[in-house]
């Protein structure tokens, strides 16, 4: 079985708010021995099953997305479990929005998707029904990519900057997630009352829970790149208090302790993860 990552450029007025946008391709289902482990890295993620559905397995249920659908997944916190739905050939288009981004394209609380994967009908009514049966009818990636980028500059014009909590986000990011929540309130002047309801509206989760994951992502990015050594040598006390703090983090994130994953083979949530 062959599977492969092809990343794609986005459109330059839409660079801002989307982290990376590519396309998953393989001859069939991936092999059992691989344990198929995408770890969260922040991003809200609209996906176009355009060949072959996908079935994710995350916090206790079981998400399916049919062929030819396009589906909305919230902010993850919780390790996923992916597959191809079917022992075929697959194509899947997929756009991850970064944290400060994806508020500017769905006009809902995105707190209502965390943890979860919603077909976009469900979410935008005819307008997603419409999207879905005009990627059906172009035949190539190039046209089925160029309609969902018009789709989203359409939707970018929906929604107003909310310059403070992108600010409160590019922190974050930019701090690899060890800012704390009253350094925040400082910087801006809001409480953390206001910034955790800000948080929950436009991303999903609380600032303090996005750090976490933003800090996990640091250390899962240097594993997969076979670089953890160095990782664990120049920064590892900077991100965790202690040990015993990362393996918990590290449980949360994987479903699995340190050793249990270093025994496991994941050829696919590395690929993703690249």
């Known amino acids: 079985m062959e599977m492969r990552f092809q990343n794609i450029e986005p459109h330059p007025l839409l660079k801002g708010y989307i982290e990376k946008m590519w396309v998953f391709e393989s001859s069939g289902r991936i092999?059992?021995?691989?344990?198929?482990?995408?770890?969260?890295?922040?991003?809200i993620k609209l996906t176009v099953a355009f060949r072959n559905g996908i079935v994710a397995a995350m916090n206790g249920q079981l998400f399916a997305s049919k062929e030819q659908s396009i589906?909305?997944?919230?902010?993850?916190?919780v390790p996923v479990i992916l597959d191809v739905d079917e022992d075929l050939a697959t194509g899947t288009l997929c756009v991850e929005f970064n944290p400060q981004g994806a508020y500017r394209f769905f006009r809902m609380p995105l707190n209502d998707i965390k943890n979860q994967i919603h077909p976009l009908t469900d979410i935008l009514g005819t307008v997603a029904k419409r999207l879905e049966e005009q990627i059906t009818n172009i035949e190539s990636l190039e046209g089925k990519v160029a309609?969902?980028?018009?789709?989203?500059?359409?939707?970018?014009?929906l929604q107003d900057e909310d310059s403070i909590f992108e600010y409160c986000v590019s922190k974050i990011i930019s701090s690899k997630g060890k800012i704390s929540v009253k350094e925040l309130e400082k910087k801006t002047g809001y409480s953390s009352r206001w910034l955790n309801m800000k948080f929950t509206d436009k991303l999903g989760i609380s600032p303090k829970n996005l750090s976490t994951v933003i800090r996990f992502k640091q250390y899962y990015q240097a594993l997969v790149n076979k670089d953890e050594r160095a990782f664990m040598q120049n920064e590892f006390y900077e991100l965790y208090?202690?040990?015993?703090?990362?393996?918990k983090e590290f449980k949360r994130f994987t479903g699995l302790t340190y050793s249990g994953f270093e025994n496991q083979t994941n050829n696919f949530g590395t690929l993703y993860f690249k």
Do not use: E, R
């Not at 309609?147 to 014009?157: E, G, M, P, S, T």
């Not at 202690?242 to 393996?247: L, W």
């Open 71 to 77: 589906s909305l997944t919230g902010l993850v916190d």
């Open 241 to 247: 208090y202690d040990q015993s703090h990362f393996m």
């Open 147 to 157: 309609l969902l980028q018009q789709f989203l500059l359409k939707q970018l014009l």
């Open 31 to 43: 092999p059992v021995d691989d344990l198929k482990l995408v770890v969260p890295n922040g991003n």
